[in-house]
């Protein structure tokens, strides 16, 4: 098994509970294609640095997965298909993190 960073963006007009239905799917479809996820980090909604299909701000979500190397097509081709995924990166790394993003330390910075 392999491990992945695994960044998905939504389109704005999401609400943030559809957004956390939206990853609620990818995971489930991450274990139907044998993988596990072992975090989630919701980082919000966030301005774009350019305009992807009519989208100013789009919604962030980072996903810390376990999946065999040979389904990365397949969760990719699925990401691909589904209309409210705007962007997608999968990354491969060695190992998990078990420490929050450099994404969600900014935003608990800014909340204080």
Request: no cysteine; charged share 35%.
């Amino acid at each position: 098994m392999a491990y992945y960073d695994s960044v998905l963006v939504f389109r704005q007009d999401l609400t943030e509970p559809q957004v956390k239905e939206k990853a609620a799917k990818f995971a489930e479809i991450i274990k139907e294609l044998g993988g596990d996820v072992k975090a989630t980090e919701f980082w919000g909604l966030k301005n774009l640095a350019y305009i992807i299909r009519k989208n100013r701000k789009a919604h962030y979500v980072m996903l810390n997965i376990e999946l065999p190397g040979s389904q990365i097509t397949e969760l990719e081709r699925r990401s691909r298909i589904d209309e409210d995924v705007i962007r997608f990166l999968n990354v491969r790394v060695d190992e998990l993190s078990s420490t929050p993003s450099i994404m969600m330390k900014k935003n608990t910075e800014e909340a204080e």
